[in-house]
């Protein structure tokens, strides 16, 4: 009899199902081996541990070298798997494995299928490939089935799909979900109110916690910059826990990486106000300014640039979304210049600014330049389309819920229905919760309609912010200027220039080729600048 080497690859789900290690060796093995004339050696196997809808292929090759080698010795003459399942579930990955095997003329069996895989006979071989995508098959429909029975657990039960980490959160795998860390939860706290309340930045935060001894989600004493940002504007921390956040997606070089969904795609699985960390709020307030220490976070500005960081833009290039894309700083031969990446755009930022300042005294900050533009804001009823719209969706997406709860009772009133009280009670509850959360919405939508139906343009207001805001212009430093075009909100969009870096010259503003787009309100108060 031949001598074989057999290789058992296993996971938790086959445990759970009876079909363990111990049942491949001797249901299917022992059983079987002798039927095909081979000989098999407890000491001769290797049980791969792997996931249900995984392939761990560093194991799986290490055991294939193994029964290579002792070929080669002239200890072993096959190479056996309790089924062609075991072999492989991701064809592709393992085939170039197999392929190396039977090159070297070790025979290779299928124990419970009871037949040797001969690449010389057509046969054997499309019974391989025909089992081989069967097994391939079942994984996919196994990870579908995993995927959907936790859509339906974040939706429908309302508990987290997986146990995520959240630093200043424990979570309860019996619950399903997440209870404020007072310890960690007080640290956020200190974070909040050094950035809030002290002008700090994440770095002089991340050191600050680094000093305290706070260790990092992974159990490091190091924090990161991008580490603290994540933790502090989780929406967790107002008492809104979302799952869905993330996807894996396969890139250009076939390997799987997590990015970001879209907000539309994520799940509200459940909103818990006790354990929030926050205030609405106190939240928005802090994703705020921690957007406006980003843009205007000077570690990466070697050379002075004016205070536009995140507000020039192309007017030729476009994003996905359509909007200008935006332009980068560019030092050469100790002058800045903004660049656009895609087209090669180039602007003195010298002169961009030196020539917005003076757009700005005679061109945007007088009133009959101002006024107009937000009379036509306000007349055009571009605003009141937009809340209108946004109150059409909301009142469908309501009468969707009231629906859907209509038939739900219908269904649980049917003669034998399987659709029990408590399952009813628990879905109804879950419905009446998404509706309060429309009623909640629809109040404010409506509450900004009936505000901008009755607002008016106080042109003395207007005037008198201008007068105030003109006269200080020439007093203000970067900073004081970050903050009075933040409140504008600014926004240069430059045309594309035809001349060389070395012969740029920025045409004045009169000239067009800044576009400088204001939207103010007259209630703002710029006398603390």
Known sequence: MKKAFTIIRVSGEDQLRGYGPDSQWCDDVLANAPLLGLEVDPNLRRVIQEPATGWDRERFEMAVREALDLYHRGEIQALIFPRVDR?????????????????????????????????????????????????????????????????????????????????????????????????????????????MDEGCFLNESCRRLNKNGVLTPDGGTKWARSVLRRILLDEANIGKFYAYKHKTVKGPNGKRRVVPTNPEEWVL?????????????????LKEKVRRNQENSPRHAIHWYPPLRGMVFCAKCCTKAGSPRRMTGLTVNGTGYYKCETCGNLINARRLWDDLREGMKVRVLEPQHLVPGIRAQLESGISLERLEAERTRLLGER?????????????????????????????????????KRIDSELAGVQQQLAELRQATVDEDGIRRFCDQVAHNLDSLDDSKWRVLLEMMRLKVVVPPSEQPIVQVALPTVKEAVAEIALQTSPSLNPSGL
């Open 87 to 195: 072999e492989t579930r991701f064809l592709f990955g393992s085939f170039p494995l197999l392929c190396e095997v039977i090159r070297a003329d070790i025979e290779v069996y299928f124990a419970r299928e009871r037949f040797h895989l001969d690449p010389n006979d057509s046969e054997s071989v499309s019974r391989y490939l025909r089992k081989a995508e069967e097994a391939q098959a079942y994984v996919e429909t196994m990870r579908l089935n995993t995927m959907m029975g936790r859509r339906r657990r974040a939706e429908r039960d309302h508990k987290m799909p997986t146990g995520g980490h959240k630093w200043a959160f424990d979570y309860d795998p019996v619950t399903g979900r997440y209870s404020r860390n007072e310890l960690r939860a007080s640290w956020l706290g200190k974070c909040r109110e050094w950035i």
């Open 399 to 435: 009468e969707g819920w009231e629906s859907s709860r209509a038939k739900a009772r219908r269904l649980h009133l049917l003669p034998n229905s399987k659709y029990t009280l408590e399952q009813y009670l628990d879905d109804n509850r879950g419905m009446e919760e998404r509706i």
């Open 269 to 285: 699985v459940y909103e818990d106000p006790t354990q929030a960390i926050f205030t609405p709020e106190q939240y928005g307030e």
